[in-house]
């Protein structure tokens, strides 16, 4: 057989250039195409995997695959001498190379045919549908298992201290949630403990038998009509588990269809210019060979069409073109399938099928494949020729490896052949990126809330590369101190627009103004004419699938998706729309659901606080009601003069201050790490550390897993503490800082060490004994009180034993002290003693007033 060389001329002036190619394990080097996205470039050499790599272009892959096709080909006589297949190579090569075709997986055959009027067909669907269900659903559990045991090794991997205290859920609380959630989801306490000791899953699906579509045969009229198979089928078919046919023919099609398979990309053909039916003719031509020499066996092949809006942009009437093009890839492949049978014989059942085959000018002529197919389901194979989803927005990559957004080229075109305006189009699609003059909020209404020319120079630079207000308008695009002094709110405690009183419908009409669309639906000066077609592109190219479904042999079965939660009546209403408009095979499929939580669900394991005991119990029977509040993650802000302490100490010799502050209730809400004479990265680190910490609090993080998550952690500087009566020794600075708030806010009196004798770095000491009385002012800020709290206060000791002749000694009514002012003054014996101050004053004849 032999080939013109026209795509080698076309070949040999792409570009090509050296591309590093992020891989999995490693970076790869890789020679290709220049215009070729890295995604492209990976499909690629994911297709190629195992292969060895050589100094050629996509590191010599197409070549070995090319190599045994060509080996075939001289050896069965396809080609009558070396340099027939030498041109061959080239030109299979070239067409890789111009993006013009691909090789496609093999697509798995359907189990069985059932026809739904069979009384068995109820019974059958069941079961398959049964097999999906619990292989899907299984595959879900065996993830979120695994996930949940990693979770378990991960809390014992992070802790910081003995291995013995890591391991036990007791002391680790973190392992102690993450065991609770392993077991919730299926896990035995063996497989926790096992993950404890650093035994990891891995995660894999297990392979379940006969999960490949079924193909069912029914009657047209009757889906049409809307009769009960329509939903029988419907129920079976949410998860393209069935594809429904109304031909006994299509329907055997699908029987052991693992076919050789390419995809085309005929907008690719269309611009190379030149001729194009020629070029079509030969590609299909060339890739009926290359499908045909995969194997030894007669088979059917399929040459799916892609492109096809894109191919016929330039013309008025886009359905006719399609067809046409089409028609000319069908007849190649039929041509070339008969040159084929002739040197390597006709498929065996050739005399029963002639009459069923679409290309009448072979019909009479035996052919080497019992079906060529015009229809290829393969986002992989679309991806390696740089296809990706039918939509108006048309994601590219520059030159200097950036990603860029353009409206698709396609659509341009079209737009441009009806006299339409490209750029209100793209203004339409992508925004305007200024709020200048824009509907809502513009520059006039933002500095009538004290906005300046410093704020809006720097949103206008944001709105270049954001994707919404909620970037753009906080912090830090604009100053924190603007947004806190000036407009007189906090960064974080919510959308900032509507905070100033600007209605989300507002914001919403300036969005679509600076940030576009998103789709040319809504576009006011778009042709009337292509309206439609702009509005919904993804459903335009359907139609020309459609259009050219009568010149294939076997049926369209690419999966329509459909909304993630439609039922099976509304699926079943679907499938009778698809019958009434005449579809060969109908094949449905719900959508990805969105990523994250959909559902907000009450926590009805919290925990729930006790009663106080009632007096006693009412003879009738109470009806308890609980409710369940769930709380706001909401940011919990600080008031404006707050209460709080300041503590030195040194650590180690490292001097520290902690400064905390306090809510109207004495609950911490914020802490300052100051470290003097230390390093700047040093001081930074920890200034920002204590920043995070007290965002932590405001927005509801309990302190007590503060405290457990950084208490024993072990770095320099360590050592002795001096300076706090509760603290005589810490591991690191942080040991330190979350033992002091743990002592003082959590009564965790564990923590506390004060006895530098019993302690070692390991171990804890026990509390420091209550001291005397003292004045109430070492404790209570005469600054924040602004001197309305009394200054003769005192603390007093509770719960020490006195010694019982000091108690009979001592008087027991209280005297003003003349030095102090405290009512401490006490009778020792024949002398007066303060009990604040320490002053023995002498006074005249008992004179106690």
């Keep these: 057989m032999r080939f013109q060389t026209d795509l080698t001329v076309l070949a040999d002036r792409v570009a090509m250039e050296t591309r590093e190619v992020e891989r999995a394990a490693a970076i790869e080097t890789v020679l290709a ?75 798995p055959s359907a189990a069985e045919i059932i026809d739904l009027s069979d009384p068995s067909a109820p019974a059958r669907l069941a079961d398959h549908r049964a097999r999906r269900t619990s292989a899907r659903l299984g595959a879900q559990a065996a993830e979120a298992l695994s996930d949940a045991l990693c979770a378990v090794a991960d809390a014992v991997d992070r802790c910081e201290g003995p291995h013995g205290d890591c391991a036990n859920p007791a002391r680790n609380p973190a392992l102690a949630r993450a065991g609770a959630a392993a077991r919730r989801c299926g896990a035995s306490d063996a497989d926790i403990l096992r993950a404890a000791d650093g035994e990891r899953p891995s995660a894999f699906t297990a392979a379940t038998p006969n999960t490949a579509p079924l193909a069912a045969l029914a009657d047209r009229t009757q889906i049409a009509a809307g009769a009960p198979e329509a939903l029988l089928a419907a129920q079976t078919m949410l998860d393209g588990g069935l594809i429904l046919t109304f031909d006994p023919r299509d329907a055997e099609a699908l029987i052991g269809q693992s076919i050789g398979r390419a995809v085309l990309n005929l907008g690719a053909v269309e611009a190379l210019g030149g001729d194009t039916p020629a070029l079509l003719s030969h590609l299909a031509r060339l890739w009926t060979v290359a499908l045909d020499l995969q194997t030894a066996t007669p088979r059917s092949i399929a040459l799916g069409l892609e492109g096809l809006l894109a191919a016929s942009a330039s013309e008025p009437d886009l359905a006719t073109h399609a067809k046409a093009l089409a028609a000319i890839v069908a007849a190649s492949a039929a041509e070339a399938s008969v040159e084929l049978a002739a040197v390597r014989g006709a498929t065996p059942d050739w005399d029963s099928l002639k009459g069923e085959v679409s290309d009448a000018r072979t019909a009479s002529q035996p052919r080497r494949h019992a079906a060529i197919g015009l229809f290829v389901d393969d986002a992989t194979a679309r991806l390696r020729l740089g296809l990706g989803a039918i939509k108006p927005v048309d994601v590219f990559q520059t030159a200097d490896g950036e990603i860029g957004r353009r409206l698709n080229p396609a659509l341009a075109q079209i737009i441009k052949r009806e006299s339409g305006d490209v750029e209100s189009a793209e203004r339409h699609l992508f925004g305007r990126r200024t709020l200048a003059e824009a509907p809502g909020v513009d520059h006039a209404a933002l ?269 320099e500087p360590a050592g002795r503490v001096t300076g706090n009566d509760s603290i005589k020794s810490a591991t690191s600075i942080l040991d330190y800082i979350f033992r002091e708030l743990g002592v003082s806010y959590l009564d965790r009196g564990e923590l ?83 009990d604040t101050c320490g002053a023995a004053p002498a006074l005249k004849g008992g004179d106690q007033g």
């Design 447 to 715: 500095r009538a809330l004290g906005f300046t020319d410093i704020e809006l120079a720097a949103i206008e630079q944001g709105l270049a590369w954001a994707d919404g207000f909620e970037t753009v308008f906080a912090a830090p695009v604009l100053d924190p101190g603007f947004i806190r002094d000036v407009l007189g709110m906090e960064d974080g405690e919510g959308p900032l627009l509507n905070l100033l009183g600007i209605s989300e419908e507002a914001e919403a009409e300036a969005a679509r103004w600076v940030f576009g669309h998103g789709d040319l639906a809504g576009w006011a000066d778009a042709p009337q004419a292509i309206a439609g077609l702009l509005a919904d592109p993804a459903h335009a190219e359907a139609e020309l699938r459609r259009a050219i479904a009568s010149l294939s042999d076997t049926p369209d079965v690419t999966a329509e998706t459909i909304e993630w939660r439609a039922t099976a009546a509304q699926a079943a209403r679907l499938i009778s729309q698809a019958a009434m408009e005449g579809r060969r095979a109908i094949r449905l499929q719900r959508a990805i659901p969105p990523v994250g939580p959909l559902l907000d669900l009450p926590n009805l394991d919290a925990p729930v606080r006790a009663e106080a005991p009632r007096p006693a119990p009412q003879p009738t029977p109470e009806r308890i009601v609980e409710r369940v509040v769930e709380r706001q993650r909401a940011r919990r802000k600080l008031p404006d003069r707050r209460k709080g302490y300041i503590q030195k100490a040194a650590v180690g010799g490292h001097k520290v201050y902690i400064h905390t502050g306090e809510y109207e209730d004495g609950e911490l809400g914020e802490i300052f790490i100051d470290m003097h004479k230390e390093g700047a990265a040093f001081r930074s680190l920890m200034n920002n550390f204590a920043i995070a910490i007290s965002i932590g609090l405001q927005y509801g993080v309990p302190l007590d897993e503060f405290v457990d998550a950084f208490v024993f952690t072990r770095f």
């Design 33 to 107: 195409p220049s215009g070729w996205s890295d995604a492209q470039i990976e499909a690629w050499l994911d297709w190629a995997d195992g292969d060895e790599e050589t100094g050629d272009w996509l590191n010599g892959s197409v070549e070995a695959w090319i190599a045994p096709l060509v080996q075939t080909g001289l050896s069965e006589g396809v080609f009558t001498n070396a340099a027939e297949a030498q041109a061959f190579a080239e030109e299979l090569s070239a067409s890789i190379r111009l993006g013009l075709a691909s090789p496609a997986s093999s697509a």
């Design 752 to 834: 506390a060490n004060a006895e530098p004798e019993a302690l070692n770095a390991d171990g804890l000491g026990e509390a420091p004994p209550q001291g005397e009385a003292v004045p109430a002012a070492r404790f209570i800020s005469k600054g924040f009180a602004r001197g309305s709290a009394p200054d003769n206060l005192v603390v007093l000791p509770f719960g020490k034993k006195a010694d019982p002749e000091a108690r009979t000694a001592a008087n027991t009514e209280a005297v003003a002290c003349p030095s102090c002012g405290d009512f401490s003054l006490q009778q020792r014996g024949a002398a007066w003693v303060c």
